[in-house]
């Protein structure tokens, strides 16, 4: 029989991503209307071991639902992955009372916890806070959609000034081993070509899209690049030398979008999912629900066990990718 949740610590954990602060407000304050105890630890796993752990009430998350970042704070904490480190957070978690856990951010953070219910048996429940949304069992990630509208509105910037002086801009974006950003904010900003890790277009094609749009009288192009993509092998500074080698008719920049993707006040619809992963995260942990993921599917809540969630393979939207070649022309 699962015991009473009576202290329910709340903490982000990894990179952050934009709608974390909403989902903390959303714990504290579920909490409170089930008339349970909430806590905040700061900088995460960090934070756990050291013992830096705050109560929370409704009024301690005001004005925080409009915010970027994460005003617990994040860190990466190398010395949680050890049992001596795990064991001091046992502790201070013990100190405070705190006997349920809801962690806030990527597959890392998922892991952690999950080994240390393996080890101590604190229930906890995950939220995938990641704008790279490469996280199974949920159709979107926390912060993929601000950040799909930051990558979008600084291209179309970049795109102003691409078109005045006759240029072609590679714009890099986030998405280390998936290409979500790229495809997603590639077609919603009219982008020449996109390209990502799982589909490898070839430096061959991308050089005949290339020298094709400009015969058709383009003057400019915008190539998004996922940052995990390896089309020359290296980098996006390798594929611009490559391209002005090859096609020297075109005047290239590189223009890397980097943290900026993670930053900045969370879209409506990143405030509303969040406030409903955090609502869930709660009362299934009240039901006595332990090692699960907080998800959206089909417009619901849903709950994944968490190594599926870790070890399962987002899939790429194909549908996507023919919308893409067909818009190039």
Same mark, same amino acid.
């Given at each position: 029989m699962s015991r009473k949740i009576e202290k329910i610590g709340v903490f982000t954990s990894g990179g952050d991503s934009p709608g974390m602060n909403a989902a903390i407000r959303a714990v504290v304050r579920s909490s409170a209307f089930w008339e349970r105890e909430c806590m905040g630890i700061y900088r995460g796993y960090d934070g756990m071991i050291t013992g830096?752990?705050?109560?929370?009430? /409704?009024?301690?998350?005001?004005?925080?639902?409009? #915010?970027?970042?994460?005003?617990? $704070?994040?860190? #990466?904490?190398?010395?949680?992955?050890?049992?001596?480190?795990?064991?001091? /957070?046992? $502790?201070?978690?013990?100190?405070?009372?705190?006997?349920?856990?809801?962690?806030?951010?990527?597959?890392?953070?998922?892991?952690?916890?999950?080994?240390?219910?393996?080890?101590?048996?604190?229930?906890?429940?995950?939220?995938?806070?990641?704008?790279?949304?490469?996280?199974?069992?949920? #159709?979107?990630?926390?912060?993929?959609?601000?950040?799909?509208?930051?990558? @979008?509105?600084?291209?179309?910037?970049?795109?102003?000034? /691409?078109?005045?002086?006759?240029?072609?801009?590679?714009?890099? @974006?986030?998405?280390?081993? @998936?290409?979500?950003?790229?495809?997603?904010?590639?077609?919603?900003?009219?982008?020449? =070509?996109?390209?990502?890790?799982?589909?490898?277009?070839?430096?061959?094609?991308?050089?005949?899209?290339? =020298?094709?749009?400009?015969?058709?009288?383009?003057?400019?192009?915008?190539?998004?690049?996922?940052?995990?993509?390896?089309t020359t092998g290296k980098n996006v500074y390798e594929l611009k030398d490559y391209v002005e080698k090859n096609l020297p008719e075109y005047d290239v920049r590189v223009s890397v979008l980097g943290h900026m993707q993670r930053g900045g006040a969370p879209s409506c619809f990143d405030r509303v999912l969040a406030s409903r992963m955090g609502v869930k995260a709660v009362e299934a942990l009240i039901d006595g629900k332990s090692n699960l993921m907080v998800g959206i599917h089909d417009k619901e809540m849903i709950l994944t066990p968490v190594k599926e969630a870790i070890k399962g393979q987002t899939k790429i939207d194909k549908e996507l990718i023919r919308v893409s070649d067909i818009m190039t022309l």
């Open positions: 830096d752990i705050v109560p929370l009430n /409704a009024r301690s998350v005001n004005n925080i639902i409009n #915010r970027g970042g994460t005003f617990l $704070k994040s860190a #990466r904490c190398p010395e949680f992955r050890t049992a001596e480190g795990r064991k001091k /957070a046992y $502790k201070q978690l013990q100190v405070a009372g705190i006997n349920a856990l809801v962690v806030i951010g990527g597959d890392g953070s998922l892991t952690g916890a999950d080994i240390f219910h393996g080890e101590y048996g604190i229930p906890f429940i995950g939220i995938p806070g990641t704008i790279d949304n490469d996280i199974f069992g949920t #159709r979107t990630t926390l912060g993929f959609d601000t950040a799909l509208n930051t990558v @979008v509105e600084a291209i179309d910037k970049i795109r102003d000034t /691409a078109s005045s002086h006759h240029r072609l801009f590679f714009v890099e @974006v986030m998405g280390r081993d @998936v290409g979500h950003i790229a495809l997603n904010a590639g077609v919603g900003a009219g982008a020449e =070509e996109i390209l990502i890790p799982e589909e490898d277009l070839g430096l061959d094609r991308l050089l005949q899209s290339l =020298e094709r749009s400009r015969r058709r009288g383009k003057s400019s192009s915008i190539v998004v690049v996922a940052e995990g993509d390896r």
